[in-house]
């Protein structure tokens, strides 16, 4: 919900466009001047200056007005420094160092807790009026383990007790030196309503279930494997969530998007015969039940609801939207094009290529000369009109949809009406699934019209918990909270956007209706950020290195202990290895925390592991983990290397000779390291001995 970054960028930019002609001019418009910015910088920020070049630009934005200035130097870098030039107040501060190390280890230097520290020093020096009205943002998921050079932290912004999280301050610690690289603020002087006479939160609760509430419907759920494809599952969920007004109760109406179709021309196909794979083959069996181009142009010029007289064919290409096959079919894609008057006329249209539906077109509108002409048709004539259409083209998808609603957009001329109508299965929601159809209300004319439409299984709908179930899980895990959030006038686009107090539940995903688990929009069951609670590593010699792997997600925390003296199995080792593979290779959304399979197919196709070696059970031998460390750091080929290694350990004669280099590369980078001079390669590994060898494992400078 945070996405502050661009809209401050956006700003600059802004900034930049309304520039005064000269320093002076700008300097009699603000009550700081540029050598006052500049102490301000410099001593707030501890920048000497020397050795740098040194720019400075000012850039306004309505009242707010901004000093800009830049050290940059070929060899020490570049500092970016901003002063408000009516406070001047640092309102934002970047740093960059050339390096010449540019992989950096996974596990850093310093804790996210003593960045922690250094960025809560920084803003009560920088900015600590501000800083003493926010409350920090806690991340809810755990680090990972992919790798970023800076912690991030992130205020929100509290006015009257109650978040704004519109606004807010945002710091950026270097992970290794815990020196600040990034600061800026989003904070602007807006009035607040004060939250008097308002609505109740069970009042609020009421109207959410009312008026916006829980549907049982059907979510369409990504592969969660490279061996499986696209599937749906029942659940209860919010299809279009919306803040309530705290003080009249209205459900404020949220933005809206269209799905739009993707697609990419088909390549060349090669001219020579050769031998044809079996996936080949079966692209070729099914392409045989494709309908022909002139069958599918056919089509489309019937269906489409205006004439193409005059238009010319440019370009016609079969593609298959690979994201989602097979849950979509292959399509037929055409474009014609109209030069008249000096303009440029354009249509598009997709044909699904098996069953010959018209799935996609849009063509060009032209804008109305008299922008206060009054519509012809009313919403509700265009309506009949769309439905009209969809019952002529598509009568039977069309028969299992649900209307949803009817957008417009007085700002854009002409102004055209989009009706959007949701897929049902057996009276099922299933709202990934639509049909998107524009109109013209000065012509009637349908402008554009989309079917989203996915081949996909549903469950039945047995056996589900009930809504008042549903609603249980949903407000004993999601607080229904007042906030702060800005209410923009569409109508009028160059009107600043007011303040209004709201309550929201910030709720996004999915109750899965079976079980009741709590899913996210990927349908993977949410896990909240706890604290390391292991009641049996304290005292314990890798005590810390647990903790740190359980703070970066690779170790679950499923429950109140770890057993770090007990065996380590081979699929839990898997599992925690694969989560540490840099970059990260694939994010494996198992289905739950017991499943091992997908762990152990991507530790296959990384080579960590071949599928004989595959055991899940069995305890993990010293000399199998370190195989396996190697073949994770991709040096496994230099192990197999003969006669090039030695190794000085007591017990050498017991590694296999095949075994000696991947040894003397576990030791030699210190993941593993023996004890009194012995390797033990056949003594199974310990789950503490695991966590200690994973965190050495992630400190390789790879």
Do not use: C, H
Not at 10 to 31: E, H, N, R, W, Y
Not at 182 to 191: H, I, P
Not at 219 to 232: F, H
């Amino acid at each position: 919900m945070r996405k502050f970054i661009p809209i401050l960028i956006g700003f600059v930019f802004l900034f930049a466009a309304v520039m005064p002609s000269t320093i002076a001019q700008a300097q009699a418009d603000t009550k700081i001047s540029l050598k006052e910015a500049i102490e301000i910088a410099k001593t707030k920020l501890g920048i000497s200056g020397s050795g740098y070049d040194f720019i400075s630009s000012y850039s306004e934005y309505g009242n707010y007005k901004v000093w800009n200035l830049t050290w940059n130097s070929t060899t020490k870098g570049t500092i970016s420094v901003s002063v408000n030039a009516n406070t001047g107040e640092i309102v934002s501060y970047s740093t960059w160092t050339p390096t010449s190390e540019p992989y950096k280890p996974v596990i850093p230097k310093y804790t996210r807790e003593e960045a922690r520290k250094v960025a809560i020093e920084f803003l009560q020096k920088i900015t600590p009026e501000k800083f003493k009205q926010t409350k920090e943002i806690v991340p809810s998921y755990p680090l990972g383990i992919y790798y970023d050079a800076n912690y991030s932290f992130s205020f929100e912004r509290i006015v009257n007790g109650i978040s704004f999280p519109n606004n807010g301050l945002y710091v950026y610690v270097d992970k290794n030196t815990l020196k600040v690289t990034s600061y800026f603020q989003n904070w602007e002087d807006y009035s607040f309503p004060k939250p008097e006479n308002i609505i109740t939160k069970e009042e609020a609760i009421k109207i959410f279930k009312e008026k916006i509430g829980l549907t049982l419907q059907y979510a369409l759920i990504p592969p969660q494997s490279e061996k499986e494809s696209y599937k749906t599952l029942l659940v209860y969920g919010v299809y279009q969530n919306a803040p309530i007004d705290a003080f009249t109760g209205e459900v404020k109406k949220p933005l809206y998007y269209y799905p739009m179709p993707g697609g990419r021309t088909a390549g060349p196909a090669g001219e020579k015969e050769m031998q044809l794979t079996p996936e080949e083959k079966k692209e070729i069996e099914a392409s045989e039940k494709y309908i022909s181009k002139d069958k599918a142009l056919e089509i489309a010029k019937n269906s489409l609801p205006f004439s193409l007289e005059g238009y010319k064919l440019e370009s016609a290409s079969l593609y298959t939207d690979t994201y989602y096959a097979p849950a979509k079919n292959p399509t037929w894609s055409f474009y014609w094009n109209l030069q008249k008057d000096n303009k440029y006329f354009y249509v598009n249209a997709s044909v699904d290529a098996v069953t010959g539906e018209l799935t996609y077109f849009s063509k060009t509108v032209s804008d109305i000369e008299d922008k206060d002409k009054q519509p012809k048709y009313t919403s509700k004539e265009l309506g009949e009109i769309a439905e009209k259409y969809l019952e002529r083209i598509i009568p039977e998808k069309f028969k299992n949809t649900k209307y949803f609603n009817e957008t417009s957009n007085p700002d854009y001329s002409p102004n055209l009406y989009t009706f959007t109508y949701l897929r049902t299965v057996n009276g099922i929601l299933a709202p990934f699934d639509n049909i998107t159809i524009t109109l013209n209300p000065y012509t009637g004319e349908i402008t554009s019209y989309y079917l989203n439409w996915t081949n996909v299984n549903f469950t039945p709908a047995e056996n589900v918990i009930t809504l008042d179930e549903a609603y249980k899980i949903l407000l004993d895990n999601y607080e229904m909270k007042l906030n702060y959030i800005l209410d923009y006038d569409y109508k009028s686009p160059d009107a600043p956007p007011k303040v209004k107090l709201v309550y929201q539940l910030d709720f996004y995903g999915y109750i899965d209706a079976k079980t009741g688990t709590l899913l996210d929009g990927m349908g993977r069951p949410i896990v909240k950020e706890s604290k390391v609670t292991f009641t049996d590593i304290e005292g314990n010699w890798a005590e810390k290195d647990i903790k740190l792997l359980a703070e970066y997600g690779i170790i679950e925390v499923e429950g109140d202990k770890y057993y770090p003296d007990k065996e380590i199995t081979q699929k839990d080792f898997i599992k925690m290895l694969v989560k540490t593979v840099q970059p990260p290779y694939y994010d494996p959304m198992p289905k739950s925390s017991k499943d091992y399979d997908t762990y152990y197919a991507i530790a296959i196709s990384k080579k960590i592991i071949s599928p004989e070696e595959k055991n899940p059970d069995s305890p993990v031998m010293r000399l199998e983990a370190a195989k396996m460390l190697v073949n994770a750091l991709q040096v496994g080929y230099i192990a197999e290397i003969p006669n090039i290694f030695s190794i000085s350990f007591k017990d050498k004669n017991e590694i296999p000779k095949n075994i000696i280099g991947y040894v003397a590369i576990i030791s030699g980078l210190n993941i593993m390291r023996g004890s009194d001079g012995y390797f033990y390669p056949q003594r199974p590994l310990t789950r503490a001995e695991a966590a200690a060898v994973l965190v050495r494992y992630l400190q390789v400078n790879k």
